[in-house]
């Protein structure tokens, strides 16, 4: 029988280890990976293509949508379960939108973390409780219903990077190195983004992200 690979994704390295521990008890299952932050996790899905990537949320660089983004830009095969702490409709809606495939709060039993990866492996999208389809059905009608007027819509994948990043503290060229891009890239991109979203100062744009729930209060 075909061995299910795994990547797992975890910056904090106890956590990883007993998510590690909980999915190599099943039996089929084999850790082939691991990474520590959102730029590894890349590099790590790109390398070995697993057939599972187990990815947290929140980390130092870039966060676990980020990444979803990342590697459906260059694989559509490798399945992608967000493990997160919020239940937050923003969180959902996005990883969803970027191509994540199940979504588990870190909550959660082991049992409900096992049964999204043969879920989603089956084809099917999965939601831990108490998350559920009818849920997530409402959160992405109510996402399109609202986005022609609302301004965060409009902004490119690169201004959200920096939008998240920049609210999260980081400071111009720590946000350059970690996207591998210019200052004044960055720069340009902080600027374009605080005008689309009428933003002004850097209180304002911390507040809206965390309205938006893409930077959480106990950060």
Known sequence: MKKISIVLVEDHSIV???????LEREPGFVIVGEAENGLQAVDEARKLCPDILVLDIEMPDINGIEVTRRVREFSKSIRIIILSMYENEAYVVEA?????NGYVLKGSSGSILVQAVHEV???????GPPLTTEMLNLYMNRAVDSSANDP???????????????????????????LSIS?????????????????????????FAIQKGIVSLKQ
Do not use: C, D, P, W
Request: hydrophobic share 40%; charged share 25%; no cysteine.
């Open 96 to 100: 969803f939108k970027k191509g994540a």
């Open 16 to 22: 990883r280890q007993g998510v590690r521990a909980l």
């Open 183 to 207: 200052t004044r890239t960055v720069e340009v991109h902080r600027s374009n983004m605080m005008r689309k979203l009428s933003i002004h100062s850097k209180t304002e744009l911390v507040m």
């Open 152 to 178: 965060f819509a409009s902004l490119t994948a690169r201004e959200r990077e920096v939008l998240h990043m920049a609210a999260r503290g980081f400071s111009s060229s720590k946000i350059a190195k970690m």
């Open 121 to 127: 492996l089956a084809g099917h999208q999965y939601l």
